[in-house]
Each structure stands twice: as C-alpha cells, then as structure tokens.
C-alpha cells in the first residue's frame, strides 16, 4: 500500500488557521509540510523542538533571505508555527521554492504599487495588470512542478504525511498521486474569494480576457484595500469580506469567527 499524503487547503482566513490547527492535532502525521521558503526549514525546526517563537522571528530577521519586511511574509503561518513545539514527534519541512518565492514577493510589492497609483489615479491600468497577473500565474506553474519534486524526495520514509496547502492542491495532487495515497481537503468553508483572486483564476482558464471585466475586478479589488485592509490585518479582513460576501449562507456564529 502506497504511503498517504494529505493536502489540506488551508485559506488566508483565521478561521481556516483553526481548522488546519485542528486537523493536525487530530491526524497527528509523522512529517506536517508548510508552505514556507525551504530555507526557513532549520529555523521552523527549532521551533518545533523548544526554540521560542520571539526567537524564531528574531533568527529569522538575522538569518533568512525573505524580503523585508520579514515578519509580514510568515504572518499568516504564524497560529501553526507557535503551535509546532506541542506537536509532539512530528517532523516538520517546509517546502516551499525559494527563488519563486523571493520573485512571488517581488511580484506581490509590484501588484501593491500598482493597487495604489490606480487607487490615486481612479484609472485602471488595464494592459499593466494583465502583463503582471500572466507572469505571477507562470511563476505559479513553475512552482508547483519544483515544489511537488521536493515533497516527493523529502517525503520518502513517511507512512502519513499532511501537507499544508493553498489553492493549487489540485496540481500538487496530479504530481504526487503516482507515490500515495492522496486526498485533499478544504478548510474554512464556504470562502468567498477576493476579487484579485476570482480575476487570477479566470486567467488561469482563458487564453484572453475582456478588458472590461479585468477593470471591474480591479475596481473591486481597490474597494477591498481601501474598505478592509487599510484598517486591520489581512486575515481579518479575509475574514470579514467573506462573512459580509456571504450572510445569507454563513450561520450567525461563523459571521464573527
């Protein structure tokens, strides 16, 4: 029997964190794969051993080669990462490319420039958007094939693995099913993607685009900053843009979850 690898999906939402928290805790995996920059992986393991987590952001302040500022970059890891030293004996990897990470980065300081000066400008530079979520969806593709590679290789000895995953489980799935028994599953349901996102992904299906619906999308992505993230954190604000998309599905104590 093949060894089983589980990709969990896990959101940029806070209620997402606590159903991936709970997962782990639940299936107790003899190896847990972040989606972290393999460089992070010594610091990460410390952390799992004892190190404090004041100390692991301090070490990784000094040490790492995420692009600045570097706290922001694990922010969203950061509930799994203060919860790895409670674990018990699971080893932890992160698997994450590093290159397309730091050009992930890159791309994102861009996305935001550009978020700003159309905001300034109330003009949506069509073309420019268009050229820049092309090249971030390419580099998405080169990251799956280098990142399902390296889970693969580190993956070896491991009788259950958990993988922690955004929305391209899909693709990591297709490449690592040939080795285990994969399964997926989806946390923090039902999620309402951002607009940035639903224009990301209907790129991702059409060779063009209506430029009128990049606009609208790009609009509604400005009126996301400016109504949500200008004013608390980005897991918040996932959060209350989901709970606001979604009042007529969510139960009223999932609203404020």
């Known amino acids: 029997m ?25 299936l107790r995996p003899e190896a847990l794969f972040l989606n972290l920059p393999k460089s992070l992986e010594d610091s990460v ?11 692991f952001l301090e070490e990784v302040s000094e040490n790492s080669r995420l692009p600045e500022p570097r706290g922001a970059w694990i922010a969203e890891h950061e509930p799994i990462l203060r919860e790895l030293p409670n674990l018990g004996d699971v080893k932890v990897h992160c698997y994450g490319d590093d290159l397309i990470f730091r050009e992930r980065a890159e791309t994102a300081v861009r996305i935001t420039l550009l978020t700003f ?8 530079s069509v073309r420019e958007w268009i050229k820049i979520l092309r090249r971030e969806a390419s580099l998405d593709e080169v990251a799956v094939e280098r990142e399902s590679e390296h889970v693969a290789e580190l993956g070896q000895g491991y009788e259950r693995i958990l993988c922690i995953s955004g929305f391209e489980a899909k693709e990591l799935r ?4 040939n080795l285990y028994e994969t399964w997926i599953k989806y946390l923090g349901q039902p999620y309402h993607f951002q607009p940035l996102d639903i224009l990301r992904r209907i790129m991702e299906r059409e060779m063009e685009v209506d430029e009128e619906t990049v ?42 979850a």
Do not use: C, N
Request: positive net charge; proline residues 6%.
């Open 117 to 124: 000066r159309d905001a300034v400008r109330d003009k949506v």
């Open 174 to 177: 297709k490449r690592l099913q």
């Open 45 to 55: 393991s410390e952390l799992s051993q004892g190190m404090s987590y004041e100390e």
């Open 215 to 256: 606009e609208q999308l790009i609009r509604e992505h400005i009126k996301f900053i400016r109504k949500y993230v200008y004013y608390m954190p980005l897991l918040d604000a996932a959060e209350k843009w989901a709970s606001e998309k979604l009042y007529w599905i969510l139960k009223p104590w999932q609203r404020d």
């Open 2 to 26: 093949k060894p089983s690898l589980g990709l969990v999906v896990k959101p940029p939402t806070k209620r997402g964190v606590r159903e991936a928290l709970k997962i782990i805790r639940t």
